[in-house]
C-alpha cells in the first residue's frame, strides 16, 4: 500500500477519532477520543491509561490535540501498520459504541483488505499481514510481483541504513555478473529508490524440501549437492565468493536448486569491506569457524567447507547413516586445516560424481541379480554375465548368491555363449565351492543336471557330464543326480 493509502485511511480515522471533548470542569474542546474508547474497553484494567496501551501496542505517543494525518504522515509503512493494529484491537475491545454500526472498525478491515491485507484478530492482538508477503529475512522482506516474478525489499527499518543499501546493491550486483550460471537465482532490475530487486520466483528453500522429503535416495540427495557445486565452481571461475552458504539460501525451482542471497559475496577483483549482519536460521552451524570472528577470512575455501555441512546435513537430515565414501568426501571438505581441503570444487565435484556412479553401479547390480533369480535373461543381464565370465568370477557368484536355478537363465543364452560360460564353470567350480563348503557341489551339480534334462547337445552336454560327475563325488545328492540320468540314458557313465 502506498504512503497516499496511509494517509487516506488516518483521514478518515480523523473523521471518526477527532471529535468534541469535555474536561471535568465543564470546557469544551476538540481532540482524539481514543481515551473514551480506552475507558470503555477490558484494557482499562492492565494499563494505566491510553497513552500506556499506545505505547505497548504500537510503540508510539499519540498527542491527543492533533490530527493522526499530522502527527503521524512521517511514520513509515511498518509504523503505521502497527498503530492500526492498536486502533483495531480498541475499537474491536470498546464498549464506547451503542450501535455497533457507528463503530469504523469494519470500515478500516475492509479498507486494508482492499489494500492487499489480511487481518487476524485475537482476545489479546491484532495482525495486519500483507498477502504479497511471501517471507522475511534478517535484513530483506520477498514480496510476490507475479507468479513469476518476485521482489526482495530491504526492511523499512534499514533503508536509511547505509550499510544494508550497500549490502543489497552488492548482492544484485553480484548475482547479475553469475547472470550465465545456471545454478544461480536470477535477478532483473534495481530500484534504487525502495532499495529493492526483481529475481525469478522459486517454490521453497531446501530446509523446507527436506523436511517435507524425509527418505531421499542417496542418488536424489547427491544430486542436490553436485548442483550446488557446480554452481559455486562457475561462481568462484568468475572470482565470486558466496560467503553465507546455508539451507535457507539454496531455492528450489522445478527439478534445479539454485543459489540465492549473495549479500555477503565477495567479488575478489574489487577490494571491498562490508559489515556482518545477523545470519538466518541455522547459518552458524554452515559457516567455516577459522571465519566466525572475521568475515573478512572467508574464502573459497570456506564455500567448500559450508558445502561439506551441506552435504552431511542432505545425508542425515533423517537420521540415514553415512556411507564411508561420503563420509571422507564430507572430512576432506569441512578439515579444518584449510590445506587439506579440496583446493576447488571441482575435485569435489569428481569425487561425489563417483560416488554416484558406485551407487547407481550397485542399485544396477541387484536389480541385474534379482532378475537372474527370477530367470529373467535380457541385455543387461547378459552383459553382467559376460562381465563375470570375463573375469573369471561367474562361477564365485554363483554360490555367493546360491543361484541353483541358474540353468534357466543359461538354456536362453547363445550357444556360443553358453559353451564360453559351461567351460568356465569348468575350470573354477571346485575353487568356487570355498574351503569346507562342500554343499555348494549341490549347486553347479544341480545347474548341470537342469540343462542335461532340458536336452542340451555337444559340446555343452560333454561339459555338464564332467561337471556332475565330479559333484558327485562329494554329495550324495549330486551322485543321485548323476545315477538317475544314466539310467534315463540321457549320458554315459564314464570308463
Not at 222 to 242: G, M, T
Not at 257 to 272: H, Y
Not at 365 to 372: G, L
Not at 408 to 424: S, W
Request: proline share 1%.
Amino acid at each position: 500500500m502506498s504512503h497516499d493509502d496511509f494517509l487516506r485511511l488516518l483521514d478518515f480515522l480523523d473523521s471518526k477519532m477527532f471529535d468534541y471533548k469535555t474536561t471535568e470542569t465543564g470546557w469544551n474542546y476538540t481532540g482524539l477520543i481514543f481515551d473514551y474508547l480506552f475507558e470503555n474497553s477490558v484494557f482499562s484494567i492492565d494499563y494505566l491509561n491510553v497513552e500506556d496501551f499506545f505505547s505497548d501496542k504500537a510503540n508510539c505517543k499519540i498527542n491527543e490535540n492533533e490530527r493522526l494525518s499530522t502527527q503521524l504522515c512521517d511514520f513509515t509503512a511498518e509504523q503505521i501498520i502497527r498503530f492500526f493494529e492498536a486502533v483495531i484491537l480498541l475499537l474491536h475491545k470498546t464498549q464506547y459504541y451503542t450501535n455497533e454500526d457507528e463503530n469504523p472498525k469494519n470500515k478500516i478491515i475492509n479498507y486494508l483488505k482492499r489494500k492487499g491485507y489480511n487481518i487476524i484478530i485475537d482476545e489479546q492482538s491484532v495482525t495486519i499481514k500483507d498477502t504479497c508477503v511471501i517471507g522475511e529475512g534478517s535484513y530483506c522482506i520477498v514480496k510476490k510481483v507475479t507468479d513469476s516474478l518476485y521482489k526482495k525489499q530491504l526492511l523499512n527499518m534499514y533503508q536509511s541504513d547505509v550499510e544494508q543499501c550497500k549490502r543489497l546493491k552488492y548482492e544484485f550486483e553480484n548475482m547479475s555478473k553469475l547472470a550465465d550460471v545456471t545454478g544461480v537465482l536470477n535477478v532483473y532490475e534495481y530500484d534504487p529508490i525502495e532499495n529493492s530487486y526483481i529475481m525469478e520466483a522459486c517454490e521453497k528453500n531446501l530446509y523446507d524440501f527436506l523436511n517435507e522429503h524425509i527418505g531421499l535416495s542417496v542418488r536424489d540427495r547427491l544430486n542436490i549437492v553436485l548442483q550446488i557445486v557446480v554452481a559455486l565452481n562457475a561462481a568462484h571461475e568468475k572470482n565470486i565468493i558466496h560467503r553465507d552458504l546455508h539451507l535457507g539460501n539454496i531455492l528450489k525451482k522445478g527439478d534445479s536448486f539454485l543459489l540465492s542471497d549473495f549479500g555477503l559475496s565477495k567479488d575478489l577483483s574489487v577490494i571491498r569491506s562490508l559489515k556482518t549482519t545477523s545470519t538466518p536460521k541455522n547459518a552458524h552451524y554452515f559457516l567455516d569457524p577459522l571465519a566466525l570472528n572475521n568475515l573478512k577470512n572467508y574464502d573459497a575455501l570456506s564455500d567448500m567447507y559450508s558445502v561439506g555441512k551441506i552435504l552431511e546435513y542432505i545425508m542425515t537430515y533423517d537420521g540415514s547413516l553415512l556411507d564411508d565414501e561420503i563420509n571422507f568426501i564430507i572430512n576432506k571438505a569441512t578439515n579444518r586445516i584449510k590445506s587439506k581441503r579440496y583446493s576447488n570444487m571441482s575435485l569435489m565435484y569428481d569425487d561425489i560424481s563417483n560416488v554416484i556412479n558406485n551407487f547407481e553401479r550397485q542399485r544396477l547390480e541387484a536389480v541385474t541379480y534379482d532378475e537372474i533369480k527370477n530367470g529373467i535373461w535380457n541385455n543387461q543381464t547378459n552383459k553382467r554375465i559376460m562381465e563375470l565370465i570375463n573375469s573369471n568370477k561367474i562361477a564365485f557368484e554363483i554360490v555367493r548368491l546360491k543361484l541353483i536355478n541358474f540353468a534357466q537363465i543359461i538354456i536362453q543364452m547363445p550357444p556360443d555363449d553358453q559353451q564360453l560360460l559351461l567351460e568356465n564353470l569348468e575350470q573354477n567350480y571346485i575353487d568356487a565351492t570355498g574351503y569346507g563348503g562342500f554343499a555348494n557341489y549341490e549347486i553347479f551339480s544341480t545347474i548341470c543336471y537342469q540343462l542335461l534334462l532340458m536336452g542340451v547337445r555337444d559340446p555343452i552336454q560333454n561339459i555338464c557330464t564332467h561337471i556332475l560327475e565330479g559333484c558327485s563325488q562329494y554329495r550324495f545328492k549330486s551322485n543321485r543326480q548323476y545315477q538317475e540320468l544314466i539310467q534315463k540314458g540321457i549320458i554315459k557313465q564314464s570308463a
